[in-house]
């Protein structure tokens, strides 16, 4: 394989050879139904997803919550199986099955031996197809998504993340809560989420992405007899659902400084800006740059705010893109005396980037890390059906790790000093969790917080 394999949406069938001897095919039914698989040679095993292209982003006015109520609903029953039921199928084989709600994509997801592909193939077809949305099973799944969200407002860190998130991106949906809040839930109706299944749950919106054991032929055979079966009317023409655009949106930031008080012995702590969207060319610059700013424990994050300083236990940056919008943002956990100090070392450290660059030391580290971990990730078939999906609903395109390695030796020295010049001249967000005064950041971001009091 030469280069990265486009994925028309109007070619009905693709087969190609990836690194590792690998077997990459892909179908469009007539219906719209995209199917992809990935034969690994050697596999016993293989994993498979169910997604569907619509994540909390897409999420209207009386439907807020409803994209991560409808994954739990769809666990919990269909026409000819039970809650147990479903369960059952892939606890007596020693399968693993679950689900993920995402800003731009829903997965359903299971991990079996390769002679479980039928079982799971019927399992997952029954609950995206047929799911009840019982009422009774309703209301107790509100009470289970308030509890799981109860705990994420628990967790100072999960809550840093969400006011980021809402900073940078403002009253863009990207900026929404992928869970929903207790007030949507509270709000959300059956009727509402019903609405929500039968708009999104159709054949031009299915892709099912397969990777480890897998005989394409054999697979695509198999959903189609489920989908049939089911009552999808698969003989009815209709193209797959477009793909989002790749465009940046025009994005008005939001509170330049959030802060969340707290009585915690430490503050959790985000910096954040605009980054790259998903399909950028510069992704992979964005990953070499994130590599040698907050990405192990060579970093310069790690080296000197923990290692040379001692003032943070964790320490790290990451770097989100979605169809229209990203994001670059480094964290920090420490004590509300040294929050202040932690930051301005923080971004005295992206400036310093932006101003003087990597070194080649740094880069070689940075391409050895990269090129290492995205290996060892492929030996996993979770990793390989995941990048099935991503490809087919985000990219439009598959690049293989010989690729993804090519695209990596090319990435320059100057390429990195640039996206961090872009990066520092982006509006900076701050979002803070803990026992500390606005003061603390004084000087870093404009003036006017937001502060939210701890909930009583």
Request: charged share 20%; hydrophobic share 40%; aromatic share 6%.
């Amino acid at each position: 394989m030469n280069g990265a394999v486009e994925f028309p949406l109007n070619v009905p069938e693709l087969s190609f050879q990836a690194a590792g001897e690998s077997l990459v095919r892909r179908s469009i039914l007539p219906s719209g139904v995209r199917i992809l698989s990935e034969h690994v040679p050697g596999s016993r095993s293989l994993t498979i997803g169910y997604w569907v292209a619509v994540g909390s982003r897409d999420e209207q006015p009386g439907h807020f919550g409803s994209t991560h109520f409808l994954e739990h609903l769809l666990f919990k029953g269909t026409r000819t199986r039970t809650a147990l039921d479903i369960a059952v199928s892939f606890d007596s084989v020693g399968g693993e099955h679950n689900a993920m709600t995402a800003k731009e994509y829903t997965c359903y997801y299971a991990k079996v031996q390769d002679r479980d592909l039928a079982m799971a193939v019927e399992v997952l077809t029954d609950m995206l197809t047929s799911s009840l949305l019982d009422p009774t099973e309703f209301e107790n799944e509100r009470g289970v998504i308030l509890e799981e969200l109860a705990m994420a407002d628990d967790d100072p860190a999960d809550v840093a993340s969400e006011r980021m998130f809402e900073a940078v991106f403002g009253e863009h949906p990207l900026g929404r809560p992928i869970g929903g809040s207790p007030e949507t839930i509270l709000a959300a109706t059956r009727d509402a989420v019903q609405e929500h299944y039968l708009a999104n749950y159709r054949p031009q919106d299915l892709v099912v992405t397969v990777a480890g054991a897998v005989d394409h032929d054999v697979l695509v055979a198999q959903v189609t007899r489920s989908l049939a079966l089911a009552g999808w009317d698969l003989g009815e023409f209709a193209p797959p659902v477009a793909r989002r655009t790749g465009a940046a949106a025009l994005i008005t930031q939001g509170e330049a400084l959030t802060i969340v008080q707290r009585p915690l012995e430490q503050v959790n702590m985000l910096i954040g800006m605009p980054g790259l969207v998903a399909a950028d060319d510069r992704r992979v610059t964005m990953s070499v740059l994130n590599s040698v700013f907050g990405g192990g424990m060579s970093s310069r994050l790690f080296q000197e705010v923990r290692e040379k300083r001692g003032l943070a236990y964790s320490v790290y940056s990451f770097a989100p893109g979605y169809s229209d919008a990203g994001m670059f943002a480094m964290y920090a956990g420490c004590t509300p005396a040294k929050a202040g100090q932690v930051a301005e070392l923080m971004l005295s450290e992206l400036d310093r980037l932006a101003r003087h660059g990597v070194t080649d030391d740094e880069m070689k580290r940075a391409s050895g890390q990269l090129s290492g971990a995205s290996a060892l990730a492929l030996e996993d078939s979770d990793t390989r059906m995941s990048r099935l999906g991503r490809s087919e609903l985000t990219l439009g395109e598959f690049a293989d790790l010989d690729e993804a390695l090519r695209r990596l030796s090319e990435v320059t020295v100057d390429d990195v000093q640039e996206l961090a010049q872009e990066l520092v001249a982006g509006p900076l967000s701050i979002s803070a969790v803990g026992a500390l005064a606005a003061e603390t950041f004084s000087g870093l971001v404009p003036s006017g917080v937001r502060t939210q009091a701890m909930p009583q």
